[in-house]
């Protein structure tokens, strides 16, 4: 979509009082999808796309989208105990910071807990290191009616990778087409894939860092390598543009959503997670048995 | 604790409108502990100890554990970053219906779901009853830092197994002593075990059934070998009152929660969780660098 696309959402956005997110609501993939002609550098992670209220109306927005959420959770969970084998993988990338725990906790958080898969990837281990680097990932693809989280992913293997040069050239282009191929697989086997990243500014994520720093139980989620990382900020924006392009298919597209703030970040994952599942438009199973039948057998018990 | 203990609480609880869950609140532990002289059949499913207050009341209630329980939960995962092993395992025991589900969306989802892992045992695949029991559970256990929940579990295998006759009486006997040899080890490896038994009438089961089958919406969490299973109804009490008094210690106890009302049950298990955090009482984790040079490097960035 681009900058050119991008350019005339802001141009057509209404300033209205409406707090109803209608655009974002009906158009969330379209809005944010990273389709041909795409340009990273061109998102603006102040906007807030199809949205035109604060922070107070998002807040209120996202209730009733996770509502939603929540109903078809338990529908994809149910018609899989009778043999659909859709499932759902959110993969979540971002610069540290970025507020990909806050989406876990503030859209996954509002499903069944029996029905989400979630895994954070750190750094791999001896054992991990030893297989290809999708090996891991593998393993921990959601099963039917799942709806799988990944915090951090196999992307990091061709970003920290690619800028930190930890893996060759030749092979983090081989990664590309592997995660397209790996994917694809996946897809093929009724997993629909929603790839997201949440896109901060530098001078936000200073913000983000400095209020860690300031607040003791914060601490603990401050390293100082966030800081070594973040010298290599444009070169993370390039590794994350090229990942996006090379790996962005129609199959399992990219969305890039602004997330200067929190709120609308949230607000706009929920809408893509909802999108999808409407997508597959689970139903709840026909009962498999003679309902009259057993409430006789009930009474009589 | 057994009938003379019970009877003792119910009469000494106060009559008021006070809607604080104080006796709940600071005593869940020894108001549904089943220690030594525990008499399940004196367990009264309507009962509510603890809490004088009605649906509305416990509701607030729940609220206000729930947030409570959160960020202990959070101060526990973050101290696992820095070493600390402590993790917590609730397990979730019951009759069809007992309502473990809703614990599990109404408790456990009100924590970050990043430090959570679930697991729903259920029939034991053929790889699975190849190897001993545990086997299976020894793989599912939570990791530091972690809040485990096992919907179903071990304690299914010395329950219906014992019931419906799977396993010889031999068998069920060496089981007891294996699945407490096996807690005390987990215990000593820093897992608080919380293990939960649901307990609802027979009556209140056939409203709950009768309700799955007059919802097309809830067929799908009704099978006909539930009514089976029902017709067992007082050799599953008996296996139950074995099993606690065969594998409640001290270090891994057994709590039967009156679940007739499951507001109540909810708030219930959100209490004894509560409780086994603050006896584990986890710390935020002091910085391990500098705060001051982190930032200036970070204003310096």
Chains 1, 2 share one sequence.
């Not at 970025?98 to 958080?109: F, L, N, T």
């Not at 990837?121 to 030893?130: D, L, S, V």
């Not at 990091?156 to 790996?182: C, M, N, Q, W």
Request: aromatic residues 8%; charged residues 25%; negative net charge.
């Amino acid at each position: 979509m681009g900058k050119h696309h991008r350019g005339a959402s802001a141009a057509t956005a209404q300033k209205t009082t409406d707090t109803e997110p209608c655009r974002l609501a009906a158009n969330a993939a379209a809005l944010l999808g990273a389709g041909p002609g795409f340009a990273l550098a061109a998102v603006d992670p102040n906007s807030t796309p199809g949205f035109t209220g604060k922070k107070a109306d998002g807040a209120a927005a996202l209730d009733a989208v996770d509502a939603e959420l929540d109903e078809l959770q338990e529908k994809l969970f149910a018609a899989s105990r009778f043999g659909a084998g859709e499932r759902v993988l959110l993969v979540l990338q971002g610069m540290d910071t970025a507020g990909k725990g806050g989406v876990v906790r503030h859209v996954i958080g509002s499903v069944d807990p029996q029905g989400v898969a979630h895994h954070a990837f750190k750094a791999p281990t001896e054992e991990e290191k030893a297989h290809d680097f999708l090996w891991r990932i593998g393993k921990e693809m959601p099963g039917p009616g799942m709806i799988g989280v990944f915090d951090r992913s196999h992307y990091e293997d061709v970003l920290i990778h690619k800028v930190r040069g930890f893996t060759s050239p030749g092979e983090i282009e081989r990664r590309y087409g592997a995660i397209a191929d790996f994917e694809a697989q996946a897809v093929a086997n009724g997993t629909r894939i929603v790839k997201v990243m949440l896109h901060i500014s530098k001078d936000e994520q200073a913000e983000r860092l400095e209020e860690r720093l300031d607040r003791p139980e914060k601490h603990w989620k401050f390293a100082p390598s966030d800081i070594d990382e973040r010298a290599f900020w444009d070169e993370y924006q390039r590794a994350y543009a090229i990942a996006i392009e090379r790996t962005g298919t129609v199959a399992a597209p990219w969305f890039v959503v602004p997330a200067n703030h929190k709120w609308y970040a949230r607000l706009a994952v929920a809408h893509l997670l909802v999108a999808t599942l409407r997508g597959i438009d689970p139903q709840w199973p026909p009962a498999t048995f003679d309902v009259a039948a057993e409430k006789a057998r009930l009474d009589a018990s």
